[in-house]
């Protein structure tokens, strides 16, 4: 008889817990994450836009290890204005444009 209610109350304990855990990942997942910047005005990719994907790198990347030098505020002859310059690891999306 003790077995049973010592199962019980294991049982009992169990679904209070799923049951929270499953309230905080819904609540969780109602709400925007914290340090998510705003979306920024799109910026025209010059026809490098491959659905979704951002825009290649068109150059050589030789002694070059800072992106933002020229792409922060668009300086440096052509060099489009980054619309993200709070992301600086830019190689983790741009790859090198095959030529």
Do not use: S, Y
């Not at 825009?55 to 052509?78: F, M, S, Y």
Request: hydrophobic share 35%.
């Amino acid at each position: 008889m003790k077995d049973k209610e010592g199962n019980r109350f294991l049982i009992a304990i169990c679904f209070v817990l799923v049951v929270g855990c499953a309230g905080l990942l819904v609540a969780g997942c109602a709400t925007e994450p914290a340090g998510v910047p705003e979306p920024q005005e799109i910026v025209e990719t010059q026809g490098h836009d491959l659905d979704g994907f951002p825009p290649p790198i068109p150059h050589d990347l030789e002694a070059k290890t800072d992106c933002l030098v020229c792409h922060r505020e668009g300086e440096l002859g052509k060099a489009p204005k980054t619309p993200h310059p709070e992301l600086t690891t830019c190689r983790q999306c741009h790859v090198l444009e095959e030529i």
